[in-house]
């Protein structure tokens, strides 16, 4: 599909920069050093180079050269592949759509929570009150219920994270292009401030030892791999309709080859900077036993400022130190969340012709009112679940799908000459793509997509999150129904893409 008046990334540096920002995100703050913990460090991080050069790169830069190919969003440029593969780049876009819902809430707790940090002034080594600050100020309730209870500090937060968002992307990559070399560049530095405090701490040495040494021993582990290449595709934002959209803003003299292999090396980087910070601060303040028992949200907001009031005895230095990691957060979690709205906007103007500013004012306000859910008592529990379905099945699925259609339905010697067009040094051999892309990704994220299934059967008895009080109700109407959904959308959207068309050439004929 092509359009000859689509507006292209300033530069190539620009678009490096966007991707880079879009890949890097609170995963890698602190879903990335926290597997790391769970698997015993080094081995998790061993498997998680590997996967990301087998799998993620080729990956990575397959979804950016069809975006440009076909100079689509996902959608249309899958469809441009193979009319038959357009539903699952709807697919890819309606998940997006419902990550952001959340993602957009998580942004306004970091948002809240460097806001309010100068209540750490008054809680040196109190660990109760810091643990339960988050908790106290989102008046949650823990379980399913407690809808009618809201949070005036979260919803003005994510009042203001909306509209940040919106600000980012309102004229697509003009406004991004401005925007993104400040963004990208903040999180870095203020995560690099705080590694610096850390290997200062006494016992961050241990810290970096644990996470940098393989325990091979721990290679055993089935989980540990299955782990390991989900957070690759999660940290990369490939089958997130993402990575196709910004591909279809690059002219035809961009470097895809070279690009690809800066944007993952970048988010390795980012991810490392971000484990360091982690294992030396848990060590240094003796909560490492912790750091992997806590996970996702659970970490940043409740063993965080544990760590956070143990820094040191002045309290002022450490509500600055709060202010800064929280901070550095918002940061991170801006660029992902401007960037999930960007590739779920340019599929719907592609697809209904809409003018694209539009488009995203009404993406932002429906996805902003649906966001409200989360922010009430029982928004917790609701973001729990559907984070789980979103992540552990529908993104996988996706990624199944998608690798078998583009790797045995299309000709692979055409996707990799578009990833080689301008590169004469760093090219994507033939023979790395195919294997990646017809064996392993779609194996692999079989592979994973099975073990959650049998994890939650086996081992959960059908009920995500049992102990914490979710019900299968919860779990149906929070997890499959929004799963389900997600897939069939892939047919529904043409469908009604194509009612439209029907009638607007029938009112012209009369």
Known sequence: MSDTKRSTWGSSATFILAAIGSAVGLGNAWRFPNL???????????????????????????????????????????????????????????????????????????????????????MTGDNAAASSLWSTLIKTTGTIKGFGTFSAPVLICLLAAWGLIYYCIRNGTKSVGKIIKYLVFLPVICLAFMAIKGVTMPGALEGIKTFFIPDFSALSDPMLWVDAVGQVFYSMSVMMAIMIAYGSFLDDKSNIARDGFIIAFSDLAVSLLSGIVMFTTMYGTNLQDMLAKKSGVGLAFGVYPTAIVNLSGSGVFNAIFAFVFYFCLCTLAIDSAFSLVEGISTAFSDKFGTNKKKTTIMICTIAGIISIIYATGGGLAVLDIVDNWCNSFTLILIGVIETIAIGWFCKSKFIVDEINLNTKKIKMPKLW?????????????????????????????????????????????????????????????????????SKANKSDEQ
Request: hydrophobic share 60%; proline share 3%.
């Open 433 to 501: 793509f195919d294997i990646t892309v017809k064996a392993v990704a779609p194996i692999s994220l079989t592979v994973l997509f099975v073990w959650n299934i049998v994890d939650l059967f086996k081992n959960k008895g059908g009920i995500y999150g049992a102990a914490d009080g979710y019900n299968l109700l919860s779990n149906v109407l929070a997890g499959w129904l929004i799963f389900g959904l997600c897939m069939i959308s892939g047919f529904i959207i043409p469908l009604f893409a194509k009612k439209i068309k």
């Open 36 to 122: 790391a913990a769970k698997h015993g460090g080094g081995a998790f991080l061993l498997v998680y180079l590997l996967a990301m050069l087998i799998i993620g790169i080729p990956l990575l830069m397959m979804e950016i050269s069809i975006g440009r190919k076909m100079r689509s969003g996902a959608p249309g440029a899958l469809k441009g592949l193979n009319k038959k593969f357009e539903p699952i780049g709807w697919a890819a876009t309606s998940n997006a759509f419902v990550i952001v819902t959340y993602y957009a809430v998580v942004f306004a707790w970091v948002i809240m929570m460097a806001v309010f940090s100068f209540k750490f002034v008054n």
